[in-house]
């Protein structure tokens, strides 16, 4: 009875369109075997409208309803849906409303839905200018929302393969300038996406394949500037999310082990620039990523370790960079970035197993702060902290075990160098104020400790260099 009654419904709607909407308007509904149901409502359009569903299998459900003022006569396409299901209960409902009232021919919305397999929802609303949607779903139990709101030129694809997978996409362009784009692939079973993009010249490409992958995205562009997020997730049970307001932002996010979590916040309101890459290889790895201002850079790689950390939090303040770089493989490594004012460069390189370091460079100066960081082997600890106007600048390097290394500097022209062998247990400790301290410090062998303290006001350059075992020096200045 349900099959009867629909094609009769299809039947009143395409005579509706023909006979009260002169050559605009059409529909064109096929369906086959048992319980299935289609609607179309169709109206106000001149030359608009066009409608196609065709459902095979059992208990299709599709919904679909078109507005058109007629405004755009000329125009590809002034509304136009397609809905092809097979399979069974699967349920598709489009609402399209294309209004313009200075004749646009822009003014058009077009949205496909190819639903095969079972147990598919697809549900989309369009009403701006120049809309666009794509959803395909294969297999069982598949979901994807689109909802696109315009005045801009929204566009989005959606493609889901596998079971159990959900796509959540929302764009709204405040005027015409917007330009917001989105793409979701999902393979696999059981990943989800979210997208939110309100700015206008947004774009989010998002691809996952493996199970129990998540993405959120939300970028804003207000700020009068592109924002463009980049994520991609392979295997299984990896997070990622991304949130990017103003002018610049760039992110690119890229996860191939398990259980990787990857969180990136970005603002930058209404001045260019900012960009994070986070690259994941590993398992139980997680990178965290805070960057406000325009001049901010950071770019994280853990690569085939497990349970890799790396934190960087930027705020950019003057015309200069804050760049860090972290590079981590091993195991239970954590690296820790914080980074404030004009210019400032930190690198940050660590092998092995159970090794720490943190850099603070706080209201860095035009001529900025540097640290550099290399740390090889085990359960070796470095601590950077910089502050001044600068120029500043510390290296560290430890490739044995057991290896402490702090550094803290705060002026302008202070240098700082340390160098510790291959052995184990090397403590070293440098302190430098003011301006035009020079420290090198370079240890072989076993449990040697130094402390360098340089507070004078005056310049002073300390040398030490220690090999064999237990050797113990302290130089103040």
Not at 42 to 63: K, L, P, R, Y
Not at 329 to 353: C, F, K, R
Not at 379 to 403: C, F, H, K, W, Y
């Amino acid at each position: 009875m349900k099959k009867y009654l629909a094609l009769g419904v299809s039947a009143i709607a395409l005579f509706s369109a023909s006979a009260f909407a002169g050559p605009g308007n059409n529909s064109v509904v096929t369906q086959a075997t048992d319980s299935n149901v289609a609607s179309v409502d169709q109206d106000q359009s001149s030359w608009g409208s066009n409608s196609n569903v065709e459902q095979t299998g059992t208990t299709n459900t599709s919904t679909v309803l078109q507005r058109d003022d007629g405004s755009a006569v000329d125009s590809l396409h002034a509304n136009d849906s397609a809905i092809i299901q097979s399979g069974d209960n699967n349920n598709a409902t489009v609402t399209q409303r294309s209004q313009n009232a200075d004749d646009s021919p822009s003014a058009q919305n077009y949205s496909g839905v190819y639903q095969s397999g079972t147990g598919a929802i697809a549900e989309v609303l369009q009403v701006g200018q120049a809309a666009y949607s794509y959803i395909n779903q294969l297999d069982v139990d598949q979901t994807a929302f689109v909802e696109q709101r315009g005045p801009g030129a929204d566009s989005s694809t959606i493609n889901q393969e596998g079971s159990g997978h959900t796509a959540d996409l929302f764009q709204r362009g405040p005027d015409n300038s917007a330009i917001l784009q989105s793409t979701i692939d999902q393979i696999g079973d059981t990943n989800a996406s979210s997208v939110t993009q309100v700015g206008y010249d947004a774009t989010s490409s998002i691809l996952q394949s493996g199970a129990f992958n998540t993405a959120t995205v939300n970028q804003d562009s207000n700020g009068d500037g592109p924002a463009f997020s980049d994520i991609l997730q392979d295997n299984e049970n990896n997070i990622a999310e991304v949130t990017q307001q103003g002018g610049g932002s760039s992110s690119m996010i890229t996860q191939t082990g398990t259980f990787g979590t990857a969180t990136v916040d970005q603002d930058s309101t209404g001045g260019g620039l900012l960009d994070s890459v986070v690259t994941q290889n590993g398992d139980t790895d997680t990178a965290t990523v805070t960057q406000q201002g325009a001049n901010a850079l950071s770019d994280v790689n853990q690569d085939l370790g497990v349970s890799l950390v790396a934190s960087v939090d930027q705020n950019s303040t003057g015309s200069g960079q804050l760049s860090s770089t972290i590079y981590q493989t091993g195991e239970i490594n954590t690296a820790t970035v914080t980074q404030s004012g004009d210019t400032a460069l930190s690198d940050i390189h660590q092998e092995g197993y159970n090794q720490l370091a943190t850099v603070t460079q706080i209201n860095a100066g035009f001529d900025g702060h540097t640290s550099s960081i290399a740390q090889i082997d085990n359960d070796n600890i470095a601590t950077v902290t910089q502050r001044g106007a600068g120029p500043v600048s510390s290296t560290i390097e430890q490739s044995g075990e057991l290896m402490e290394a702090t550094v803290d500097q705060n002026g302008t022209n202070l240098s700082s160098d340390i160098f510790q062998g291959g052995g184990s247990g090397n403590l070293a400790s440098v302190t430098q104020k003011h301006d035009g301290k020079s420290s090198y410090v370079s240890q072989d062998g076993s449990g040697h400790i130094v402390t360098v303290l340089q507070n004078s006001n005056t310049a002073a350059s300390s040398e030490v260099y220690q090999t064999g075992s237990f050797n113990t020096a302290t130089v103040s200045q």
